[in-house]
């Protein structure tokens, strides 16, 4: 069943369930999403979509052809107000949708119609072998790419990371140095078997590069392990 759901369409992120995603508030038209989130009545969590936008193009007319079809609701957790209007504010990823169809008239923000996704089925012991084969590999490359900071030593020990295959999946999705089209297909995986596989590949990928050209495409602050606010 098709349910409304404000959106946020973002350039360089994409959410996945149960990562924190921190927003700094300044355009007038989310200014207002964020204002009629706070003053929602009805019980619930307070929740807006947020999309990747493809590259390559912008969000206007062509507002549905230029965003992702598959995105993750955001639940507002906290929300500091400036004085002259701003928020910053705290979400947490929570339940994927499909995106149907975008009304970008009836609101001064994006309204689309979308249906939720089902979740992760239950893990199976090949979610788990693929879990600790892609942690140990996270945490190597966590290492290579922290011993690149000026300065800095390697970690010594084995970052603290979920025993859940899906949580697993989702962090080491937000967490890497990841394209955005890499980030998608990750959030569009059908399962946390599937998403493991592809990180399985990605992270020996992104680790050989990191040991071989010594460099990140972004800098290495923005790498982060834990993303947790339950």
Do not use: N
């Amino acid at each position: 069943m098709a349910v409304e759901l404000p959106l946020f369409p973002l350039s360089h992120t994409v959410l996945f369930p149960g990562v924190v995603l921190p927003l700094h508030v300044f355009e007038e038209r989310y200014r207002e999403l964020v204002r009629t989130l706070v003053a929602q009545e009805e019980p619930g969590p307070r929740r807006f979509g947020v999309v990747a936008i493809r590259q390559g193009w912008e969000v206007g007319a062509d507002a549905a052809q230029a965003l992702h079809g598959i995105g993750c609701a955001a639940e507002l957790r906290r929300v500091s107000r400036h004085p002259d209007g701003r928020f910053d504010i705290v979400t947490v990823g929570a339940d994927r949708f499909r995106l149907l169809t975008v009304d970008r008239t009836s609101r001064p923000y994006l309204v689309g119609q979308v249906e939720w996704l089902p979740g992760d089925p239950q893990p199976d012991p090949e979610a788990g072998a693929l879990a600790g084969a892609v942690g140990a590999l996270f945490a190597e490359y966590v290492r290579a790419a922290t011993g690149l900071r000026p300065g800095a030593a390697p970690p010594g020990g084995r970052p603290e990371l979920p025993a859940d295959p899906g949580e697993l999946s989702h962090l080491v999705a937000s967490a890497a140095v990841l394209t955005l089209e890499d980030r998608q297909a990750l959030l569009e995986a059908p399962s946390a078997s599937a998403r493991l596989r592809a990180e399985l590949r990605l992270l020996k990928r992104e680790t050989t590069m990191v040991r071989r050209l010594r460099a990140l495409p972004v800098p290495i602050g923005e790498l982060q392990v834990t993303q947790s606010l339950s």
